[in-house]
């Protein structure tokens, strides 16, 4: 329950009235803390809250709300791996609808933000225990592995334009590996998390 005191509100809170986003509050409790639901990451749950945004926006303008064309949407205005011309090109079609990109983007939020509204105003804890703890290590190096493909896909793209790499079809993959000095058994490093260490000897 939200607590009632003479404060400042947040952000997520300011957003939920502006977009009419009735009942996103104890939706994104419920999902956090896993009640009567899959848990959700912070992450997944700003993601969630944000498309929900753009689909409202979409929505006042008489735009598809379909999930798939919002979320579409959503990864052309956010997204690392898009080209800026994509991100422009749907700007534009947003802002000939009579979207105001540059607002609702405002409107988006972290998942700080998330947190922050989660136990500051819903007063939400979460019970940890050893599984969540390793699925949160686990989030944290797919997290890195997800942003080092991202960041070289990106650093070939700037070469090739600029001429100092020949221009070819490049496929980055990243595969972090784990070894045991004991038997020499490698493994990739999500399985070794899952599996609790390696079983050897």
């Known amino acids: 329950m939200a607590r009632e005191k003479n404060r400042r509100r947040t952000k997520v809170e300011r957003v939920i ?13 419920a ?7 899959e848990r959700k990451s912070l992450r997944d749950l700003a993601t969630g809250f944000n498309v929900a945004v753009l689909r409202a926006a979409l929505s006042a303008a008489g735009e598809s709300t379909v999930t798939a064309d919002v979320e579409s949407t959503y990864h052309t205005l956010t997204a690392d791996d898009v080209s800026r011309s994509d991100t422009i090109r749907k700007r534009r079609e947003l802002e000939r609808a009579g979207i105001d990109v540059d607002d609702v983007l405002r409107s988006f939020v972290t998942h700080q933000a998330i947190h922050t509204y989660l136990t500051n105003v819903r007063e ?25 493909q991202v960041v070289t896909d990106s650093t070939i793209e700037e070469l090739v334009n600029a001429e100092l790499l020949r221009d070819r079809p490049y496929e980055v993959f990243v595969n972090v590996r784990v070894v045991c000095n004991d038997c020499g058994t490698d493994y990739a490093v999500e399985e070794l998390i899952e599996r609790g260490g390696c079983d050897c000897g």
Request: hydrophobic content about 20%; glycine content about 14%.
């Open 17 to 29: 009235e502006e977009y009419g986003l009735d009942g996103w509050g104890e939706r994104l409790e």
């Open 124 to 148: 939400a804890t979460l019970e940890r225990d050893e599984g969540d703890r390793v699925e949160r290590k686990k989030e944290t190096v797919q997290r890195l592995i997800s942003r080092t």
């Open 31 to 37: 999902e956090w803390t896993g009640d009567g639901t």
